[in-house]
């Protein structure tokens, strides 16, 4: 059973690998754009590889403060952990695979610790070694891979090859890639919805590319934050709301990144153990989770595990609440519609 969400802290001014935090701090701010909504503030950026927002709720003065504190957080864990930059944290150690080990930190030993939590839940689904697999199916070639590539790239992946203790972490094997595009954003969300709290706002919504923590309340006098669930047959359409407090929701789809060839559509979410795309006629999950951290790595290996199996690891962790959209039909947990605005 995954634990209770973590209370992640600040990063220390000091870090195992300073990185590019400031070209990257100033790229996020060019991006920024800010508008008013009901009563509060949304601010629209770029940042991990996506498009981000947060809806705030407070005083000017706590507003003020929490961009700041915000924004700095995410220039600096971008540039630690980002696989597409190349004084990074994981490129470092990326590039060291087959070699030395490389040093570590406390908030990286909490995160890889996080991994192998969720690579045993999972029973193997949820894999943050599964980028040679990633690379070799990029989905914007629209190529299938032949069988002794994916077996080649399959040789380099496995989470029980990363060597880890308290202060360093080794790939053991040449061409292994550590890679958390599958919790990154998700721990970001997290983080950031905690700062909000730290900087006395009575309100927040975290939205990192469609993975969303809210807290507190909005501004409209709601007794929570509604959020749109978005319909995998009508990419851009919501199918229903839920009404959501102190809480997250992530969702995860083959629908909107794919290609077809041989009479079949390939989506981009791979199953690990196969070293294939899913195709178990499983479009989308919904997940609603205590943290986003969770609801992030639930709706990705439910993906991946199929409707069934899927939802019995939905159900069983404390909090969490799932719908999959199935070949025919919508499964759902018991108390998934309960959340559902009215």
Request: proline share 6%.
């Amino acid at each position: 059973m995954v634990s209770a969400p973590v209370q992640y802290s600040k990063p220390a001014p000091e870090t195992v690998v300073q990185g590019n935090a400031a070209p990257v701090n100033r790229r996020i701010r060019e991006s920024c754009q800010e508008s008013p909504t009901d009563g509060g503030r949304e601010l629209r950026f770029m940042a991990l590889g996506t498009t981000c927002r947060w809806v705030t709720v407070g005083s000017p003065e706590a507003i003020r403060r929490f961009d700041g504190e915000a924004l700095g957080w995410l220039a600096a864990f971008e540039a630690k952990y980002s696989r597409f930059l190349p004084d990074s944290w994981i490129s470092v150690l990326n590039a060291s695979a087959g070699g030395a080990a490389v040093a570590s930190d406390p908030e990286i030993d909490r995160i890889l610790a996080l991994c192998h939590e969720m690579h045993f839940l999972t029973r193997g689904v949820f894999d943050p070694t599964a980028l040679p697999l990633i690379e070799l199916w990029d989905w914007r070639r629209a190529q299938i891979p032949t069988d002794p590539q994916i077996e080649a790239a399959r040789q380099c992946v496995g989470w029980r090859k990363v060597e880890r203790k308290p202060g360093s972490v080794r790939l053991s094997d040449p061409g292994m890639c550590l890679d958390l595009g599958g919790m990154g954003k998700e721990y970001a969300v997290d983080q950031v919805a905690l700062l909000a709290r730290q900087c006395g706002l009575t309100g927040a919504l975290i939205d990192f590319g469609a993975d969303i923590r809210v807290t507190g309340l909005p501004a409209d006098g709601r007794p929570g934050w509604h959020l749109g669930l978005e319909d995998p047959n009508q990419a851009g359409r919501a199918w229903c709301g839920l009404a959501v407090r102190e809480a997250a929701v992530a969702t995860s789809g083959d629908y909107h990144r794919g290609f077809n060839a041989a009479g079949k559509r390939w989506g981009h979410i791979l199953d690990p153990r196969t070293g294939r795309p899913v195709q178990n006629g499983c479009r989308a999950v919904h997940v609603l989770a205590p943290s986003c951290t969770l609801a992030g790595m639930l709706s990705t290996a439910a993906l991946v595990l199929g409707a069934d199996e899927g939802l019995r690891l939905i159900e069983s962790q404390p909090g969490a609440e799932g719908l999959l959209h199935g070949p025919q039909s919508k499964l759902s947990s018991r108390r998934f519609y309960e959340h559902v605005a009215s």
